[in-house]
């Protein structure tokens, strides 16, 4: 079946703890995105990639990082998560290439950093 | 840049009803798509839609590219269909989401 797959799932740190939220998908897409949703803004994009090895800042990629050793996998890392960062993230394959092409959101991860 | 606005912004349904959702963008596009957040916010890609009509099930969209908007049809709703719907558009090198049609299906 194809999808992107996130984990976790659920997920309350604390404020300065490392943490990892790994996307992976079976497509064979070569673009992928994150986003994050918080209530009254909507969806917005932290990082992009179009490719291995090539990524490149969203609309809010303050406090995150990304990488894309191999094309099916794009972890999001937050070095040092502060509250703020609380949030629903999702991770995205698209297909066809980049902006234009067909969207595909994993199930999301719903974080809460304390 | 390029604006995207639904209506909708809220909607409440008796189970068995009929609704129409819009979405407007503001500039030519060359794809639409269109998604339904379930209450478990859970985001599922219902359409992909440069233009024409689609149909799926009980969903139908039909995309006017030239006047610039999107219509979502749900016949004979369910319970199940509550949530909210997006549309999103690529402008500005990333897709640019409306701020949704919450969706609410009394039985």
């Known amino acids: 079946e194809a999808q992107v797959t996130q984990n976790p799932r659920y997920l309350i740190t604390v404020t300065g703890k490392k943490l990892t939220v790994t996307c992976s998908q079976n497509?064979?897409?070569?673009?992928m995105s994150w986003y994050r949703q918080d209530p009254g803004l909507g969806l917005r994009q932290i990082y992009y990639?179009?490719?291995?090895?090539?990524?490149d800042k969203g609309d809010v990629p303050e406090g995150y990082k990304v990488s894309r050793k191999e094309k099916r996998n794009f972890p999001l890392i937050l070095e040092s998560p502060s509250p703020n960062q609380t949030s629903l993230y999702f991770c995205?394959?698209?297909?066809?290439?980049?902006?234009?092409?067909?969207?595909?959101f994993g199930e999301g991860s719903r974080l809460t950093v304390l | 840049g390029i604006q995207v606005e639904q209506s909708p912004p809220d909607l409440i349904l008796q189970e068995g009803a009929n609704s129409t959702l819009r979405c407007n963008f503001s500039?030519?596009?060359?794809?639409l798509q269109w998604f339904h957040q379930n209450p478990w916010g859970q985001l599922i890609n219902l359409f992909y839609?440069?233009?024409g009509t689609k149909q799926n099930g009980r969903l139908s969209a039909t995309t006017v590219a030239t006047e610039r908007y999107s219509l979502l049809y749900i016949s004979s709703s369910q319970t199940t269909d509550s949530g909210v719907y997006f549309c999103?558009?690529?402008?500005?090198?990333?897709?640019?989401f409306g701020q949704g049609t919450e969706l609410s299906v009394k039985p």
């Open positions: 995205a394959s698209t297909r066809g290439g980049g902006e234009t092409g067909e969207l595909f």
């Open positions: 999103a558009v690529p402008g500005g090198g990333k897709l640019i």
């Open positions: 990639s179009m490719n291995v090895e090539v990524t």
């Open positions: 500039d030519s596009v060359n794809n």
């Open positions: 497509m064979n897409h070569e673009y």
């Open positions: 839609i440069p233009s």
